[in-house]
């Protein structure tokens, strides 16, 4: 028996690199895994990839409208989330001055998720 078996997750940036390996992984372990990604192309072919227990929500995780959505599919798809991988993001390199608020948010609405 895997250690995910029955367990709902979700991966922000399931459709590459970390986030996609994570995911085959959580399906491999028994989990039903819902990822996302900007890229419409990309997603599909991630959950081509995966191809079973997975499910492909195209959005911006610092878009708090697509993460609102992404969460009423979830509830209404599975009514439950039990592990959260906030795995989406991409390194913007600058000094400690050139830090701006917007920049610091690119990629991230992690608090909404949790609520
Ligand atoms: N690789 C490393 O050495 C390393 C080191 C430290 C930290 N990390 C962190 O680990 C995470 C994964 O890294 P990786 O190397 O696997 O990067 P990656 O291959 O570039 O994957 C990043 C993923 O995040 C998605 N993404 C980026 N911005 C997004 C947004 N606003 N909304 C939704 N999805 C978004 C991308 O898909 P779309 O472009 O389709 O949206 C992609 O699936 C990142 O947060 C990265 O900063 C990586």
């Known amino acids: 028996m895997g250690k995910l078996e029955g367990k709902i997750a979700l991966v922000t940036g399931g459709n590459s690199g970390i986030g996609l390996a994570t995911a085959k992984r959580f399906v491999n372990e028994g989990a039903h895994v819902f990822?996302?990604?900007?890229?419409?192309?990309?997603?599909?072919a991630a959950v081509k990839e995966i191809a079973r227990r997975v499910t492909g929500v195209q959005g911006d995780t610092s878009n708090l409208g697509d993460l609102d959505r992404l969460c009423a599919q979830i509830k209404q798809e599975k009514g439950r989330l039990d592990v959260v991988f906030a795995n989406a993001g991409a390194a913007q390199y600058a000094s400690f001055g050139e830090i701006t608020w917007s920049s610091s948010r690119a990629t991230t609405s992690a608090p909404t998720i949790l609520e």
Not at 35 to 44: H, V
């Open 35 to 44: 990822i996302t990604g900007r890229r419409e192309r990309e997603l599909a």
